[in-house]
């Protein structure tokens, strides 16, 4: 079990609470890794859709910029050969002196896989991601060429000259579905959740670790969270009404708020749900901005004081997250607001805790 606080990297200064023209902001990304190693993020996750640009060149710019600063790139399969991936994300953990991680994002939506042209079904997508990571796994350990003749990659003589600082860069992996919790739990390091209430993480948690075990393994537990924080807690209320105010201006005015990943998205579906739980669960979990944008925005936040979120992650820490992916709505704002409280905050208790 690694504990780890992770963030979140936009390519550009933008966000729900403030929309802003730009898709690509090279300084921005620069100055925002710095935030993220300065207020004592470990790793931070580089994402990908059909239409955002590219991740893993982008963890390369960053990762010019820090020095500890770790990462973890959205890849989904499908598109590189696995061999190919394979060496660019060794290339990376080289250049990087081994701060490269993968995390594999099969695409729960088909709106979004069908849009570059894959038509496979979200079954048979994490089907082929599973033989993928295993593919990855071999090109970075094997010291010599080998062949491969699998469900859905076949090739000869595959090798890399070039091999990772780390003796296997981590797996991260995403997805509730059948196929996805039982081809995930042979072959990710990490598992990574959204949010959720406490039963509900729980109920999750043990049925991924369960499929985990009947291979022998024990993978570690990601949660993504957002955050919204102020020094008292009628303060942070208060902050996350303004947040939803300006989040309704903003849609109302025809700004483009969230991403429309269809009507059966399992993500969506699955917030919606909890939403409808009521505005506020587990004291703290605010669903008021997912309830207002109908599930268009998922932004499901804790909301408190540094001390009361910390409080809060704790106890999912003790049902089994080890990790947890943070972001607010004010991107560098936030970060720097989370150094300067929630984070050491959150790591003095889980290291009590241990």
Same mark, same amino acid.
């Given at each position: 079990m690694a504990f780890e606080v992770v963030g979140l990297h936009f390519f550009a200064d933008s966000s729900e609470a403030h929309p802003v023209r730009g898709v690509y902001d090279p300084q921005f990304l620069r100055d925002y890794a710095v935030a993220h190693e300065e207020a004592g993020f470990d790793r931070v996750l580089v994402g990908q859709t059909a239409t955002w640009p590219d991740p893993l060149s982008t963890a390369a710019h960053i990762a010019a910029v820090t020095k500890t600063l770790k990462f973890m790139v959205a890849h989904r399969p499908g598109?590189?050969?696995?061999?190919? =991936?394979? +060496?660019?994300? #060794? &290339?990376?953990?080289? #250049?990087s002196d081994g701060r490269a991680g993968i995390h594999i994002i099969t695409g729960a939506?088909?709106? *979004? &896989?069908?849009?570059?042209?894959?038509?496979l079904t979200k079954e048979q997508r994490y089907h082929r991601s599973r033989e993928y990571v295993e593919i990855l796994r071999r090109m970075w350990s094997s010291d010599a060429p080998f062949d491969h003749a699998g469900e859905w990659y076949r090739f000869n003589g595959?090798?890399?000259?070039?091999?990772p600082v780390q003796d296997q860069i981590p797996v991260f992996w995403a997805g509730n579905s059948d196929a996805a919790v039982q081809m995930g739990a042979q072959v990710c390091d990490v598992y990574a959740i959204g949010p959720a209430t406490l039963a509900d993480t729980g109920a999750t948690i043990t049925r991924f670790k369960q499929e985990a075990a009947r291979h022998g393994r024990n993978p570690d537990v990601s949660m993504s969270m957002r955050v919204i924080v102020a020094d008292t807690e009628d303060a942070a209320w208060e902050? =996350? *009404?303004r947040?939803?105010? &300006?989040?309704?201006?903003?849609?109302?005015?025809?700004?483009?708020?969230? +991403?429309?990943?269809?009507?059966?998205?399992?993500? &969506?579906? #699955?917030?919606? +749900?909890? #939403?409808a739980m009521g505005e506020r669960l587990d004291e703290r979990l605010w669903t008021g901005m997912t309830r207002a944008t109908e599930g268009r925005l998922h932004a499901t936040a804790l909301v408190g004081t540094p001390d009361q979120v910390a409080a809060a992650l704790e106890k999912y820490h003790a049902i089994g997250v080890d990790r947890f992916l943070l972001n607010g709505f004010y991107t560098i704002d936030d970060v720097r607001l989370f150094g300067e409280g929630l984070v050491?905050?959150?790591?003095?208790?889980? =290291?009590?805790?241990?």
């Open positions: 598109f590189i050969a696995p061999t190919m =991936a394979a +060496r660019m994300f #060794a &290339t990376l953990d080289q #250049a939506s088909d709106v *979004e &896989t069908q849009a570059d042209g894959d038509y595959a090798f890399a000259l070039v091999k902050k =996350a *009404e947040l939803l105010g &300006t989040v309704m201006d903003h849609m109302a005015s025809g700004k483009q708020i969230g +991403r429309d990943k269809g009507d059966n998205d399992p993500g &969506t579906l #699955a917030l919606k +749900r909890q #939403a050491p905050v959150l790591r003095r208790r889980i =290291a009590g805790a241990v």
